[in-house]
């Protein structure tokens, strides 16, 4: 079983930035981790997704400019660097990490989650 957990959501500012953190306990049979989120009365949509050999990533339009993921193999974890955020980014972000063999911003492409870190921005 592959333990999935985040880290670093918090209250900011329309403008202001913040760093999501994510770390699994081992990476055996994923190959990708993602960031989702989901707002109250949404569903969850992805944000970016990194490869594990950091070869490839993904970033949804709305967040392009914006965010950047990275990853520390040494530590198992990923990163979420959230920039000019704006009220539309509030929500649950959920980290997850799976075995991609599709489209990387898809839910069903993804075996393990975290329980999420709650983002809220003002205007």
């Known amino acids: 079983q592959v333990q999935v957990v985040e880290s670093g959501g918090g209250s900011v500012q329309a403008g202001g930035s913040l760093r999501l953190s994510c770390t699994v306990s081992?990476?055996?049979?994923?190959?990708?981790m993602g960031w989702f989120r989901q707002a109250p009365g949404k569903g969850r949509e992805g944000v970016a997704a990194i490869f594990t050999d950091g070869s490839r990533t993904y970033y949804a339009d709305s967040v392009k400019g914006r965010f950047t993921i990275s990853r520390d193999n040494t530590k198992n974890t990923v990163y979420l660097q959230m920039n000019s955020l704006k009220p539309e980014d509030s929500a649950m972000y959920f980290c997850?990490?799976?075995?991609?063999?599709?489209?990387?911003?898809?839910?069903?492409?993804?075996?393990?989650w975290g329980q999420g870190t709650q983002v809220t921005v003002s205007s």
């Open positions: 997850a990490a799976g075995q991609v063999v599709a489209v990387p911003d898809h839910v069903n492409e993804y075996a393990y």
């Open positions: 081992k990476t055996y049979r994923t190959n990708c």
